[in-house]
């Protein structure tokens, strides 16, 4: 990969299909960016009746590098006067041109092709060399690399072809861990744009809190319940086990103290927007939570979701019983509730993605398309296709292709803040 032309890489890198293929040339002009350039540049190709094979463009830094792969011109001879023209444009223009001849096309793409999303808070030169060397190592080709945001992170995307996705994706998560970076790889196709489904887990995913801590902070057990809850989320307890021992401190408390609860909850930084632009895209949206009703419900309404599952604090006489009522939400519940919601929403499994921190996430991860672990525990991002270790939940989004620019395009457009 040319690290100071990503424009002409693709175009020009490549050696022809083959020896006998049809001349072409490559065009390249770089310089400083202003408005018509490209209409210059093919205005005077037009004179020489050239056919486009293959156009590439970059805007770095206010720098521009636009290539043309076009057929040499019809008339004999003119190939010449082309050079001249091209060459004396870019002049006047004080901009730099190269015309380079040579044969056929691009190569044709290797088998295996996947998109690799790469965030850095912040992404640095190493990390981006030891990341390519790796996918060189595999046998890949990186085909392009395009900027998907600038923050609250930087976020890039690389297409990559020549290797199977899962075998680049066990290289590369192995290389962003130890280049302190997220990294996410997934297969190139229709799907990848097509209608999904993301369910995400709630305490310390959605929200920065664990709700039942909240609930213990008013029935004075704050520091049993969060000792508890850690282990549970390390996969040191079973979770339905932990639960109903947590549960049952809150046994006695006012039921009221659920509005209180509900006003102390904080949602993740980045949680609003990733949810407003899902829904602009189509996207069904759905939360799963070890939590409970009480709140999840209060969340539905708020955030505008179409499904939702938690446990349920029983009620007696105004009162917690220390119990919960129904199915309990646990591992397994979740990956359960994912199918589910998938059913309801017309969607397969393998476009659905699931986000979530804990050991009890793990089924729902392992079960979906896409399983993202959020700031998560290292068993959990160990097991996960993903990481994202900074604390924006929209980072999501670039994970999906979705650049920063057109997240503030789309709420310019309906006046909504970009900022939760």
Known sequence: MNATDPAAQALSAAPPVSTDAERTLLVKVFGKDRPGITAGLFGQL??????VID????????????CALVTPPPAAGAEGALRVTVHRWAEEHKLQAEVISGTGDNRSRGEGRSHVTVLGHPLTAAAVAALSTRVSETGGNIDRVFRLAKYP?????LTISGVPTEELRGVLAAEAAAQRVDIAVVRS?????AKRLIVMDVD????QDEVIELFAAHAGCEEQVAAVTEQAMRGELDFAESLRARVALLAGLDADVTEKVRAEVRLTPGARTLIRTLKRLGYQVAIVSGGFTQVTDHL???LGLDFAAANTLEVEDGKFTGRVTGEIVDRAGKARWLARFAERAGVPLEQTVAIGDGANDLDMLNAAGLGVAFNAKPVVRQQADTAVNVPFLDTVLYLLGVTREEVEAADELDGTPTED
Request: proline letters at 0%; charged letters at 25%.
């Open 300 to 302: 539905v309404e708020r």
């Open 46 to 51: 037009a004179g020489f009746g050239v056919e």
């Open 153 to 157: 992170v930087t976020a890039v995307e």
């Open 204 to 207: 310390s995913t959605l929200i």
């Open 55 to 66: 156009i590439e463009q970059v805007v770095t830094r206010g720098r521009i590098t636009l």
């Open 189 to 193: 196709g229709l799907h990848r744009r």
